[in-house]
């Protein structure tokens, strides 16, 4: 796998996958009607510095971006998002508004996340109704 920087011209290989990962309604707060014009300049914005994960092959199988969440006082905290190919589940991440159904809350608590709150019935599960959202934090420095 080669994670890298992400170009304008990854959009096209990111957009896929983004959307049916969205769409789902699932594992995402993302409004599953974003369209594709929207969701580019929502996950490409310049003030992100995004990513991309490539297989062997040079297939686009997941993107992922960092940017600061807040000035001020909070200004060290960052925020992130993930997106993973639904063909390549299993082996990606998310940090914040963790939908609590969803099955990778168990893999981010065994690699030492923990959940810091709840906030409850907050996400409309498409099979499941209103479920929490978590927010999910890790400690990077000792």
Do not use: Q
Not at 37 to 54: G, I
Not at 65 to 90: E, L, Q, S
């Amino acid at each position: 796998m080669l994670i890298r920087e992400a170009s304008l011209d990854d959009w096209p290989r990111i957009w896929p996958f983004w959307h049916r990962v969205v769409a789902a309604g699932e594992t995402c707060t993302w409004d599953p009607g974003t369209s594709e014009e929207a969701a580019r300049v929502l996950w490409m914005n310049p003030a992100k510095r995004v990513y991309v994960v490539e297989d062997g092959t040079g297939s686009v199988v997941a993107s992922a971006y960092v940017t600061p969440n807040y000035g001020g006082p909070a200004a060290r905290i960052a925020d992130a998002g993930f997106m993973v190919d639904p063909d390549r589940a299993g082996r990606g991440m998310v940090f914040n508004a963790v939908v609590e159904t969803n099955p990778a809350v168990e893999l981010w608590t065994s690699m030492g996340f923990t959940i810091l709150g709840t906030v409850p019935e907050a996400f409309d599960h498409p099979r499941h109704g209103p479920v929490g959202l978590h927010i999910m934090y890790k400690a990077l420095l000792p």
